[in-house]
């Protein structure tokens, strides 16, 4: 039985060749003297080509045969009341979908469902979707009559609200300087420090820094619920035309997505087949996006720091930093093998190149962002409810937000993220006084990781020694803190409803917690301060993305 290839097989069958013709030091002497990103890429697709490692296209057709199967499988999830189950089963049985028949049927059986999770305005959405797409005759009744029932339960406010409107920064707060940002930051530049973020006047915990929305972003989990394209939460998904990988939560991002998944429309499924992560497939769309600039792209340079900086621009994405020069040989080699089988399945399978040029730019842009991906690119995420009832963070989705790149890491950060849709908030999570640096946490967190665990994650990562106060002052996890007894309000049940998704808790206790929070963090380190941010945190993810069903 032949064995599944994955990016990571392909790397090891071609480190295997490598090694059984005695080539090591020959290739990686000479794969180290090479100084293009393209020049790295070519070398190691003609070692791969050469080697008979390059992959085979997986077709993807419809098939109106899985589709039945799908459809199926969904009516099993539906009878045992696993209705989000049957949700994600049928809409993934209408990508697959060739006729009318078994379209119209997928989303009639969908309706069926969103009627049993109380999503009525969902639930005429594909009923009328399923009429208007020829639903056979002789079950027509059935869903006349789902759709009498609907039309009486539903009201004007029925509306699933995903996230409240996302904050505004007032205009007279904006900065001058920063697309996205307010006034109260500014970026600055050290030869420690690199390009960073630093407060212009003082900031209290709870105000906004910024909202950024960013250049581009993808989905990584959640494929049957939640547009392609923007990442929006959404039970009415319509399928890509001509594959059964790609679903939008409508007509107008269905075409606006066509920017790039044109190209990658026929290789998708051999691109996930591959097991290609986020920090692969993000670079990878960048890559496509941004072809209508590839005839200008050797002028972008280095960024005036005299020009805004633009959030909605790819100079500023296309600037960010990807630690070359520190990278090893074998790291970059890696890299190499995982974009020279992209650009084969681009070059072989996508109408993309129409000249050499075209070629050098894809695989230059391609690398180079395969490279600053893992230091730059930030998770796009939401609260979703656990099986005992308490909504968690998780993971939906990854975007290049090229001004929260700035901010330098801190083990003790003093800003925190909550996403609306694919915006990123920015607010302050202890004050932060005017001159002092803004520092956001790249995963690796005093309260609940080691010194020494974050230390060496961090250096392999980001490629850095960590220096901030917590770690300078070599401060104990969370659990062994000091405690300060102070009255903050906050009683056990608002805790206890706010892990249960209490909109309307969360609203009133930022109203009483914020005003304590000054007093809180005078002494320091403070047990209860850490364990009051963890409220707030939970307060403003409530008012961000949340996925009620």
């Avoid at 929305?213 to 890509?240: A, D, G, M, R």
Wanted: glycine share 2%; aromatic share 10%.
């Amino acid at each position: 039985m032949k064995k599944t290839q994955s990016a990571n097989s392909i790397f090891q069958d071609l480190l295997q060749e490598i090694q059984q013709k005695n080539e090591v030091k020959l290739i990686s002497d000479t794969f180290s003297k090479l100084k293009s990103n393209c020049e790295r890429v070519t070398f190691v697709h003609e070692l791969l080509e050469k080697n008979k490692l390059l992959p085979k296209l997986i077709f993807d057709k419809k098939c109106d045969e899985a589709a039945v199967r799908l459809r199926e499988e969904g009516n099993l999830k539906f009878k045992k009341k696993r209705l989000k189950e049957a949700v994600d089963f049928y809409t993934e049985s209408m990508g697959y979908s060739c006729s009318f028949e078994n379209y119209s049927k997928a989303l009639a059986n969908r309706s069926a469902a969103l009627f049993e999770l109380e999503l009525y305005e969902e639930c005429l959405n594909d009923i009328n979707k399923a009429l208007e797409h020829h639903y056979p005759d002789d079950l027509k009744s059935k869903l006349l009559r789902r759709k009498e029932k609907v039309l009486q339960y539903k009201s004007s406010d029925d509306e699933n609200k995903y996230f409240n409107p996302i904050p505004d920064i007032l205009d007279d707060l904006k900065s001058n300087y920063i697309q996205c940002a307010s006034n109260s930051v500014e970026i600055k530049y050290s030869e420690s420090q690199g390009r960073h973020i630093v407060a212009t006047k003082n900031i209290n915990i709870g105000e906004i820094l910024a909202v950024e929305t960013p250049f581009s972003q993808i989905l990584v989990s959640e494929y049957f619920n939640h547009c392609h394209n923007c990442l929006k939460l959404c039970y009415n998904l319509l399928p890509c035309e001509h594959c059964t990988r790609s679903f939008y939560c409508n007509e107008n991002c269905r075409k606006n997505a066509l920017k790039y998944h044109k190209y990658e429309c026929n290789i998708l499924k051999t691109l996930l087949s591959l097991k290609l992560d986020k920090m692969k497939l993000l670079p990878l769309k960048i890559s496509l996006s941004v072809k209508n600039l590839y005839p200008t792209i050797s002028q972008i340079t280095q960024l005036d720091p005299n020009e805004i900086y633009k959030s909605d621009e790819y100079k500023e994405i296309h600037n960010l930093i990807g630690n070359t020069d520190t990278r090893t040989v074998a790291d970059l080699f890696e890299r190499s093998t995982t974009a020279a089988v992209i650009f084969s399945l681009i070059k072989n399978n996508a109408d993309f190149f129409s000249s050499d040029e075209d070629e050098t730019i894809f695989k230059e842009l391609l690398l180079l962002h395969f490279q600053t991906a893992s230091c730059n690119f930030h998770e796009i995420s939401e609260l979703s409810k656990n099986e005992g009832g308490y909504y968690e963070t998780e993971e939906i989705g990854a975007g290049a937000f090229s001004f929260l790149s700035l901010f330098n890491h801190s083990c003790n950060p003093n800003v925190v993220r909550h996403c609306h849709g694919d915006a990123v908030v920015v607010r302050a999570i202890r004050s932060i006084e005017k001159g002092e640096q803004c520092y956001d946490n790249y995963g690796y967190h005093f309260a609940v990781m080691p010194k020494l665990h974050r230390i060496q994650n961090l250096k392999k990562q980001y490629f850095f020694d960590c220096n901030c106060n917590v770690c300078e002052n070599n401060w104990p996890l969370l659990s062994d803190l000091p405690f300060t007894d102070v009255e903050t309000g906050v009683t056990a049940e608002d805790i206890t409803s706010l892990r249960k998704g209490n909109k309307k808790i969360a609203e009133d206790v930022l109203v009483k917690l914020l005003p304590k929070m000054q007093k809180l963090e005078k002494v320091q380190p403070n047990k209860l301060f850490f364990e009051m941010q963890e409220v707030l945190k939970q307060c403003y993810a409530l008012l961000g993305n949340v996925r009620r069903y």
